[in-house]
């Protein structure tokens, strides 16, 4: 559904809608035949909630395709990710809680090895620690261009950010990353006229970094891929109407959630915290984004007693979100990852939609093979998920007379 | 789904995927609350092979439409039928196996019956024997042009196959079938400056033709239409990165593999002949299409029980197919052919997809109404298919980060 359609039939509502997403939350058996970690796991609570929703399995993006989080979390937003796509740099920033002003154009850093002729030895600088790259991002920090002010983040080993800020900054610059040792960093070049300042200042960065770092083999060079700005995207509430919070431990989650105009909260990586700062801000905003990342962490770890133990703390501390009475409640995965491919998957993701308003459908419990008989279905496209939220929350107007 | 976006995911890996189609699968009870031809046969192998796999039923097209051979198809290999047309000159050259080059320009021919004053009194030449055509066929053979080739095939009856080789082809050329008798065969002519030889070729053959025809009525004229070449469309392998194969006893099934390059394969029109040779060449290609013809056949014929017998050849012989050891098999037909409509349908046809990797869903037997309660619902888009083969088969990288 287009999103200027949605943003066209948004009507006010004193309603509190809450998303719930239990990242990687759909999973596959243990043995063939056998139960997977949500059917395994004991969820007294969700079960409950299931048998007064509306229920079903949703696909993230289409059948076969497996998401990467920021894909998979627009599209619960409504934003299809197909038409929405994020830039690396702009996906790094949200990574590490890096604030991106819209003048900005971020990118990826690595960290690399190059020999005395210049040539790539190593595109990762044998992966240095993360303290190390602490160490020598304090070093780039010294680094000075004209008319921009420039940026150095650490991200994670041999990953760093680099923002540029200045005026009319195009992000039409191709990577320096050669991507195959033996050869020389690529220079920057502008794809069109209004880059050409972003290609200048990115030539400038690299040739200074060369001075900075020589002296600090195997990471004596710095390589930059993936130009990006802030995406121009409609916000949140301008298409649904609703003010919004992020409750989520990890940056990342809370960093999408800003690229959509929403307010980030931070909290602990518990759901009983998670789920506190909800009561507590339950009147401060119309939308609420619950992030609970232990579940994907523990399926991509092939950990299937480890993910039904997070499933089931989830479960535990439900009644703590229940007592924020939201209007509206979804409890959803970004996607399936499932332990058996310790990875995210192109798996149908379980989804129940809990209100007052919803037509439940007779599923009494919340697991795999029991949702394919949900009144969602067992395809739902994940961007169906926003739009009926909002009209079971009362907040959109009928389309046509 | 885009299939450059599949394209930019694919990535190899060292596993065989098989596509079995049973032409026509899809059927309807032989009374009102009865067994359809796939529920009335016994199939204790296909059963099995649905209880360890995710099922459903599938929609070639979109609701309500009934898809001819080819579209249907192209939707399981992944290619939307409403972007990837044929020509029907071209589907012609598939349909008998004519090794079409990508200069030629296809036509389908009718033989028809004109009077003294050049008028159609006949539009199919009082559908004439295939033997008569064939000895008509070699008259035409004698034709020449100036600076093309020109071929001329038998296909069945009063249907023939024009091609044109040559440089400079277009296809923008009007049919000269004049659609109703009582007129004069049409000029071609060009549609566009491309198509200008193109028009005048198809002009020397249709008055040659004429001459060489005068004496045998009532196939004394012929009528051209469908001008098509062969499509620019990207290759089942540069979508799915698989080197592919095509097993099938009917020549039009071949032809339109190999319009996606695959490479055609011969094979009795016997099951077990067909998983024979899928056997013989397991290593030789990553992918196999192997189609089974006689389900839409005894369709077509009204013949319950002979769709019924058909079914339960399959299944009987399923087990030389598994000796094959796919990683992924997918099961299905291309459209339903229900015994009561004697002819090609719109009902969702049924389809298992087992993997290592799929999710399991309950459903213990093959059979319509069965099916409905699959993991991939009962009206999947038949174009999702091919993408969560190749998945589960580990060949699709995630899509964002």
Redesign the interface.
């Known amino acids: 559904m287009d999103l200027q359609i949605i943003a066209s039939l948004k009507r006010p509502a004193d309603t509190r809608v809450v998303l719930l997403v239990i990242d990687g939350l759909g999973g596959?058996?243990r043995h063939?035949?056998d139960q997977?970690e949500l059917e395994a796991a004991q969820t007294p609570n969700l079960d409950a909630l299931a048998a007064r929703s509306v229920t079903g399995?949703h696909e993230p993006?289409?059948?076969?395709?497996?998401?990467?989080?920021?894909?998979a979390h627009l599209a619960l937003f409504g934003y299809d990710?197909?038409d929405y796509?994020?830039g690396?740099g702009v996906?790094s920033a949200a990574g590490i809680d890096f604030d991106l002003q819209p003048q900005d154009v971020a990118c990826r850093g690595n960290f690399c090895t190059v020999d005395a002729s210049g040539q790539v030895t190593d595109r990762r600088a044998g992966r240095i620690s993360t303290e190390r790259n602490r160490e020598l991002v304090d070093q780039l920090r010294q680094i000075e261009l004209p008319d921009a002010e420039v940026f150095v983040e650490t991200i994670k080993e041999h990953r760093l950010l680099v923002v540029f800020r200045g005026e009319d900054l195009g992000t039409a610059v191709n990577d320096t990353d050669p991507q195959h040792t033996g050869r020389a960093p690529l220079e920057a070049r502008a794809g069109d006229h209004g880059s050409r300042r972003t290609a200048e200042l990115a030539n400038r960065f690299s040739e200074q970094a060369r001075e900075v770092l020589a002296d600090h083999h195997p990471a004596n060079m710095v390589l930059l891929r993936g130009f990006a700005s802030l995406p121009d995207w409609p916000s949140f509430e301008h298409v649904y109407g609703t003010s919004a919070a992020a409750i989520a431990g990890y940056p990342m989650y809370r960093g999408l959630a800003r690229l959509l105009g929403m307010d980030p909260l931070t909290a602990e990586e518990d759901p009983r915290a998670k789920f506190a700062r909800l009561r507590e801000h339950r009147d401060h905003f119309d939308f609420f984004f619950v992030h609970v990342k232990k579940a994907d962490s523990t399926g991509e770890d092939g950990d299937f007693d480890g993910k039904v133990a997070v499933i089931e703390g989830v479960d535990e501390a439900l009644p703590d979100l229940l007592a924020a009475e939201p209007d509206v409640l979804l409890v959803t995965g970004d996607h399936s990852t499932?332990w058996?491919?310790a990875?995210?998957?192109?798996?149908?993701v379980p989804v129940l939609l809990a209100s007052q308003h919803c037509r439940p459908d007779g599923v009494q419990t919340f697991g795999?093979?029991a949702l394919?008989?949900g009144g969602l279905?067992?395809?739902i496209p994940a961007t169906h998920l926003m739009p009926l939220a909002m009209a079971n929350a009362g907040r959109l107007e009928k389309f046509g007379a």
């Not at 993006?61 to 894909?71: A, D, E, F, H, N």
């Open positions: 596959l058996p063939p035949g997977t399995l993006i289409g059948g076969g395709i497996t998401p990467g989080s920021g894909p990710a197909l796509q994020i690396r996906l499932p058996s491919l990875s995210h998957s192109w798996h149908p795999e093979r394919i008989g279905g067992p395809r």
